[in-house]
């Protein structure tokens, strides 16, 4: 099987390198002339245009940015869908609105190529290790069929449902989760550099207390070292991720209280620091309260 990448940044670079080291033929396409030459160094096929990719590939993933960027991909007449063939299948890796992969589904209703919409949680660590947890939705005989193809990106595969939207409604679900535990950590970490505590000794009762996870864990580590770049965690991407569960909670009818705050202190951060990650938002708190949390002691 043939297999495609639509998107080789952070995410896609580590899918298409576990796909090859899987032994798929795996052809990579990027907007990023950088991102590509790496991904052709360690053995990947440059695609010239998404129509020469969908025509070479059996399952091609597309891990790119928002629903907008997803449908170009997919549906425009340069795109995939109109150049691959019956029986293949399009990955949606991507995180977008539940409603834009049902629009995308609908789309592609008696084409012969199957969607299989499962956004995938993990990030940066994940993707490039290969045990990303995947949010999975396709009939079953399609996931039989592609399961070879997403057990090379992953660990955990659930089946949460059949319907193209099904994946990001999970998804969706788990970010607004994802985000109010991110928030809760940089006010924790602000109070305990306010009070004079040491990241240190914050980090390790924090991480042998019920309330340690790897995203309390990993948030920790960063915001004591002070990586607030470069750490494959974009802030760009979860303000959009909250977005979207925010955007869900209003279509039903659910109040958001905790997601909601929590998407005002990544808008403040993305605000400020428009370059930084995710634990860049502890920097706009730390600003206001006038300390900072090191790994050897408050600052």
């Known amino acids: 099987m043939i297999c495609g990448v639509v998107g080789l940044g952070d995410m896609?670079?580590?899918?298409?390198?576990?796909?090859?080291?899987?032994?798929?033929?795996?052809?990579?396409?990027?907007?990023?002339?950088?991102?590509t030459a790496a991904f052709v160094a360690i053995g990947g096929r440059e695609a010239a245009d998404l129509a020469r990719m969908g025509a070479a590939c059996d399952a091609v993933y597309v891990m790119v940015m928002d629903g907008t960027q997803a449908?170009?991909?997919?549906?425009?007449?340069?795109?995939?869908?109109?150049?691959?063939?019956?029986?293949?299948?399009?990955?949606?890796?991507a995180t977008i609105k539940p409603q834009e992969a049902r629009e995308i589904g609908a789309a592609m209703d008696g084409s012969g190529v199957h969607l299989i919409d499962t956004p995938v949680s993990g990030g940066f660590p994940g993707a490039q290790s290969g045990t990303l947890t995947m949010m999975a939705a396709a009939p079953d005989d399609v996931l039989d069929r592609f399961a070879p193809v997403m057990e090379a990106v992953s660990a955990h595969i659930h089946r949460v449902g059949t319907k193209a939207g099904d994946g990001q409604t999970v998804k969706a679900c788990l970010q607004s989760l994802i985000g109010a535990q991110f928030a809760a950590t940089f006010e924790a970490a602000a109070l305990a550099?306010?009070?004079?505590?040491?990241?240190?000794?914050?980090?390790?009762?924090?991480s042998t207390s019920s309330a340690g996870c790897g995203i309390v864990n990993n948030a920790l580590q960063k915001i004591i070292d002070r990586q607030f770049e470069g750490t494959g965690s974009s802030i760009?991407?979860?303000?959009?991720?909250?977005?979207?569960?925010?955007?869900?909670?209003e279509e039903?009818?659910?109040?958001?209280h905790t997601a909601a705050t929590a998407m005002q202190i990544f808008h403040a951060g993305r605000s400020k620091y428009p370059d930084g990650d995710n634990w860049v938002c502890t920097r706009v708190i730390e600003e206001i309260i006038g300390a900072e949390l090191h790994r050897d002691g408050a600052q």
């Open 236 to 249: 760009h991407t979860m303000h959009k991720d909250l977005t979207i569960s925010l955007g869900l909670g």
């Open 12 to 35: 896609g670079s580590g899918m298409a390198k576990n796909l090859m080291a899987a032994g798929f033929e795996t052809w990579g396409l990027n907007r990023s002339p950088e991102k």
């Open 252 to 256: 039903l009818g659910v109040p958001m």
């Open 193 to 206: 550099a306010k009070a004079g505590v040491s990241g240190q000794v914050i980090l390790d009762v924090f």
């Open 71 to 93: 449908r170009k991909v997919i549906l425009s007449d340069e795109g995939l869908l109109p150049n691959m063939k019956q029986g293949s299948a399009i990955i949606l890796s």
